[in-house]
T-cell receptor, first 111, second 116 residues
Framework: SQQGEEDPQALSIQEGENATMNCSYK?????LQWYRQNSGRGLVHLIL?????REKHSGRLRVTLDTSKKSSSLLITASRAADTASYFC???????????FGAGTILRVKS | NAGVMQNPRHLVRRRGQEARLRCSPM?????VYWYRQLPEEGLKFMVY????????ESGMPKERFSAEFPKEGPSILRIQQVVRGDSAAYFC??????????????FGQGTRLTVV
């Protein structure tokens, strides 16, 4: 199965609410990254958190990493309709940045 | 500095034809990765290349698929004798060389291959 697995598979919220997505993985990692993909488009890098970090912020995004539980969460605060997209976590376990992706969470923000 | 450029964006091939997908990495990036995304799924790693070298092709099907990254020019993912199951979005990513730890990979917009 995939190294990274996100939950929930789909999330529907109202504009202004917060959205939390979780990711679990199986093996030890060097870092974990979150990407966004709008329908039919490429991936946009959101944030990278290294294995020795526990929390990272970028604008309305907050990422946590718990290596003991092999899990990460992505929090989007004050969501906007433009945040509607699929969100993927990806782990990097080897030198050279080969990424292993989860199946993604589909987020829908209703205005 | 242009981003990762992939072309074509959309490609339609009949069963049995060949598909060639091109990827030009970001300027200064010497590492290229190819991923495949089936509908409603995440991206699956296919191959990792540096200039003139295949570093890791553990995700490539054993037959019909090949990849190269020549000294000059873009990286090419080649699929021979395409079948309907090859229909997918193919993404290329590039990254600079960072010793010891991974780094952010920059993705192209993808090539959507449809086999009819």
């Amino acid at each position: 199965s995939q190294q990274g697995e996100e939950d929930p598979q789909a999330l529907s919220i109202q504009e202004g609410e917060n959205a939390t997505m979780n990711c679990s993985y199986k093996t030890s990692i060097n870092n974990l990254q979150w990407y966004r993909q709008n329908s039919g488009r490429g991936l946009v890098h959101l944030i990278l958190i290294r294995s020795n970090e526990r929390e990272k912020h970028s604008g309305r995004l907050r990422v946590t990493l718990d290596t003991s539980k092999k899990s990460s969460s992505l929090l989007i605060t004050a969501s906007r309709a433009a945040d509607t997209a699929s969100y993927f976590c990806a782990t990097d376990t080897e030198y050279g940045n080969k990424l292993v992706f989860g199946a993604g969470t589909i987020l829908r923000v209703k205005s | 500095n242009a981003g990762v450029m992939q072309n074509p964006r959309h490609l339609v091939r009949r069963r049995g034809q060949e598909a060639r997908l091109r990827c030009s990495p970001m300027k200064g990036h010497s590492h290229v990765y190819w991923y495949r995304q089936l509908p409603e799924e995440g991206l699956k790693f296919m191959v990792y290349l540096q200039k003139e070298n295949i570093i890791d092709e553990s995700g490539m099907p054993k037959e019909r698929f090949s990849a190269e990254f020549p000294k000059e020019g873009p990286s090419i993912l080649r699929i021979q004798q395409v079948v309907r199951g090859d229909s997918a979005a193919y993404f290329c990513a590039s990254s600079p060389l960072i010793q010891g730890r991974g780094t952010e990979a920059f993705f192209g917009q993808g090539t959507r291959l449809t086999v009819v």
